[in-house]
């Protein structure tokens, strides 16, 4: 059995939940694995998130029924997905050109990475002499703040969840508050960017498909939806930890190593 998908799935279940752009990481393996060059692998990235949007379907199952009931909160998801949307198409469409001319992945996961340390720094220095906001503090221009930073995830190397908890911690949302919403948030941009793919990229998928076969997107999706599911619910349980300035620090220094490692090698 080729290892390939299965590679591809685990990187794609663990890397979609860090600050550490999934579909970076994808395109980086791809090139790699099956020698797919950067714009295929960056569309491969987008498409392969339909594993992890049905781990967080399943995972936040009750919060999504939850929300459906919420009126005022379905209000904002849809505003959040339509900012993402607006910003993140027409940042998909040039990130071709920007690949082709050797756009550096790296920069910006090393960007997030410090953000979140030096966000981790901030909660530490502020945790008893600040108030944190929650679900029912969440206002339009909070959300529509939001929703535009998880758009610039349309970016390769710009981390959806790195950039979208990064924003809410630093306008001081509780951390399990702001990881919940922003695996949420992932679910629609997702789908989204799934179904945008496969309109506007077709033949990268194809070409894709042409490499590991239909059996083999099936398995790296499965395996991806695990691990996925798995990873989730492992940061959701660091996220309720009292010493969330921890996770910035670990998020953080991931997110710096991994970029350091691509441009020492890359």
Avoid: C, H
Avoid at 71 to 83: P, R
Avoid at 89 to 105: F, G, H, R, V
Avoid at 228 to 239: E, F, P, Q, R, V
Wanted: hydrophobic letters at 50%.
């Amino acid at each position: 059995m080729d290892l390939y998908p299965i590679i591809l799935g685990i990187i794609q279940g663990i890397s979609e939940w860090l600050p550490i752009s999934s579909k970076t990481q994808i395109l980086i393996a791809s090139n790699y694995l099956l020698n797919i060059n950067p714009s295929i692998g960056y569309t491969f990235g987008l498409f392969m998130e339909i594993g992890t949007v049905l781990s967080a379907l399943l995972y936040f199952r009750r919060d999504i029924y939850q929300i459906l009931k919420d009126k005022k909160m379905l209000y904002y998801i849809i505003i959040a997905t339509i900012f993402t949307g607006l910003i993140g198409a027409p940042l998909y469409i040039i990130s071709d050109k920007l690949l082709e001319n050797a756009y550096n992945t790296s920069i910006p996961m090393i960007i997030l990475g410090l953000i979140l340390i030096l966000d981790g720094i901030y909660i530490y220095y502020t945790r008893n002499k600040i108030k944190i906001k929650d679900k029912k503090d969440l206002n339009l221009r909070d959300i529509i703040i939001i929703g535009t930073a998880q758009g610039l995830a349309a970016l390769p190397g710009v981390s959806r969840s790195g950039i979208t908890v990064s924003t809410m911690l630093l306008m001081k949302y509780d951390p399990k508050f702001a990881f919940s919403l922003s695996y949420i948030l992932y679910i629609p941009a997702a789908l989204g960017a799934f179904f945008l793919t496969i309109l506007a990229s077709k033949s990268n998928i194809m070409y894709v498909i042409s490499n590991i076969g239909y059996y083999g997107i099936l398995t790296a999706i499965i395996v991806s939806f695990i691990v996925g599911y798995l990873t989730i619910d492992i940061l959701m349980k660091l996220a309720k930890s009292k010493k969330i300035y921890y996770i910035d620090y670990i998020l953080g220094s991931i997110a710096i190593i991994i970029s350091l490692i691509g441009l020492i090698y890359g």
